[in-house]
């Protein structure tokens, strides 16, 4: 449950600076692109998905909390890496400018 609490005292308030268009700097990749690469981007299509990726994050370490079963706390963590798989080719496909 400490591991829920804190994850989610630290992901939601990012989240939500994403999410509102006013952490575009805080997403990997994003601050160090020169202005031509941000160009390629679509902002709002982007920050859905980091938002998106934030806010299953914490959806996953509540899991195990909601069921009050805490063998589902490595199963959580496993999808979590298949999902910022997922994330990342949305990132560069759906995100992107045509």
């Given at each position: 449950?400490t591991?829920?609490i804190?994850?989610?005292?630290l992901?939601?308030?990012?989240?939500?600076?994403?999410l509102?268009?006013?952490?575009?700097?805080?997403?990997?990749?994003y601050?160090?692109?020169?202005?031509?690469?941000?160009?390629?981007?679509?902002?709002?299509?982007?920050?859905?998905?980091i938002?998106?990726?934030l806010?299953l994050?914490?959806i996953?370490f509540w899991?195990?909390?909601l069921i009050g079963?805490q063998?589902?706390?490595?199963?959580?963590?496993?999808a979590?890496?298949?999902m910022?798989?997922?994330?990342?080719?949305?990132?560069?496909?759906?995100?992107k400018k045509?």
């Amino acid at each position: 449950m400490t591991a829920a609490i804190f994850t989610t005292i630290l992901l939601v308030p990012l989240t939500l600076l994403i999410l509102s268009g006013r952490g575009d700097n805080l997403i990997a990749g994003y601050n160090t692109a020169t202005k031509k690469e941000r160009k390629q981007f679509n902002m709002k299509r982007l920050r859905i998905v980091i938002g998106g990726m934030l806010f299953l994050t914490i959806i996953a370490f509540w899991i195990p909390v909601l069921i009050g079963n805490q063998k589902f706390i490595i199963p959580m963590t496993i999808a979590l890496f298949p999902m910022c798989f997922i994330g990342i080719i949305l990132a560069n496909t759906w995100a992107k400018k045509k």
